[in-house]
C-alpha cells in the first residue's frame, strides 16, 4: 500500500507539538516549584527571631544623655529589656552606650564593664545590645543626620503570630525579558524614605520592559554587588497591595539585558511595622499598569 504522505507529515507535526507543549509544560512547573521555594524562603527570613517582624520600637536620639529601659521613669522607654537598662550619651554623630551592671546585658555578645561607642548600620556591621538571654536587640541606625535605637524582640506578637503573606498566583507571564540602558558612571537620584528625607541613591541606570504593548521605565538602584534593587508602585496599591509600592530585585545585567521577574515582587518592612524607615518609590517609577504578581497587602496591618 502506498503511504498517505498527507497523514505521515500530520502525524510527525502533531507528535512535534505535543513535545514541545510537553517541555514547556515541564519547564513552566520547575519554574513554578522555583518561584514557591523563593516566596517559602521569604516568609522565613521574615519570620526569623530577628527579623522585621520581631520589631518593636525605633526610638531618635537627641544630644545629651539620656537614660533607657523599660520602666516609665526613663528618658526613653523601651517596649522590652530590664526596667532599666544603662544610658545612652549623644555628642554630634557618635553615641555612646553604658550599660546597667546587674541587668545581664551584653554587648556583641560580651559583658561591658563601663562604656562602648555603637557602631551605627550604615558600616554593615553594628553593634548589637542583647537583652534576656538574647531575646531582644538593641541596634543604633543612622539615617541622615538622625540617629536612633532600633529595638527588636523575638517575642513580639508581630511575630510569633505571623501566618504568611498572600500573594498571587504565579504567573510565567510576569517573568519579562528587559533592556538595561545604562547611566553615566557615578549618577545619583534622590530617594525620599518614610522620614520625609531624601537620599543622594547610585543610580546605575533603567531598566525598559515592554507589558501588554505597551512599554514602561523603572530606574534601578545600585544593591553594592551588581545586581539591581527596583522600587516601584503601580495600580494595585490602591487596594490589593501595600499602598506604599513594592520592592524587587534582579540579577546584574548582562549584555544589556535583565530579566524582571514580578512575581517575586516583595512588600518592603514597613508592611510590617511601624518601626521601619522604608525608602519610597520616586516619581519615575510609578507605573500606569497594574502589576497582578507577587505579594498582596499584608492583611495583619492593611497598609
Known sequence: MKPDVRSTTILLAAALLFVGAASRAADDAAYIRGIEQQRADRVERLGAPQGWLSLVGLHWI????????????NAIVLATGPAH???VERTGATVVYRPASDAGITVDGHIIDGEVEL?????????????????????????????GLRVRDE???????????????????????????AHPPGKTIEIANVLDMLEPTPNPGVVVFEKDGREFRLEALDNGDGTLFLIFADRTNRDATYGAGRFLDTAAPADGR??????????????????????????????????????????????
Not at 537627641?62 to 521613669?73: C, K, L, N, Q
Not at 557602631?119 to 539615617?143: C, E, N, S, Y
Not at 511575630?159 to 538595561?180: L, M, N, S
Not at 512575581?263 to 511601624?274: D, E, G, I, K, T
Request: glycine share 8%; with cysteine.
Open 155 to 181: 517575642r513580639a506578637a508581630t511575630r510569633t503570630a505571623f501566618k504568611g503573606v498572600d500573594t498571587y498566583p504565579i504567573d510565567p507571564a510576569w517573568r519579562i525579558e528587559a533592556r538595561f540602558i
Open 258 to 303: 535583565v530579566t524582571l521577574d514580578f512575581n517575586l515582587a516583595v512588600n518592603p518592612p514597613c508592611a510590617f511595622n511601624a518601626y521601619s524607615t522604608c525608602p519610597l518609590p520616586p516619581p519615575e517609577n510609578r507605573l500606569d499598569l497594574a502589576v497582578t504578581a507577587g505579594e498582596k497587602r499584608y492583611a495583619a496591618t492593611n497598609h
Open 119 to 147: 557602631a551605627a548600620d550604615t558600616g554593615g556591621d553594628p553593634t548589637v545590645v542583647a537583652f534576656d538571654g538574647g531575646k531582644a536587640t538593641m541596634q543604633l541606625i543612622a539615617r541622615g543626620d538622625r540617629l
Open 85 to 87: 537598662a544603662g544610658e
Open 62 to 73: 537627641e544630644p545629651g544623655t539620656h537614660r533607657i529601659g523599660r520602666a516609665p521613669d
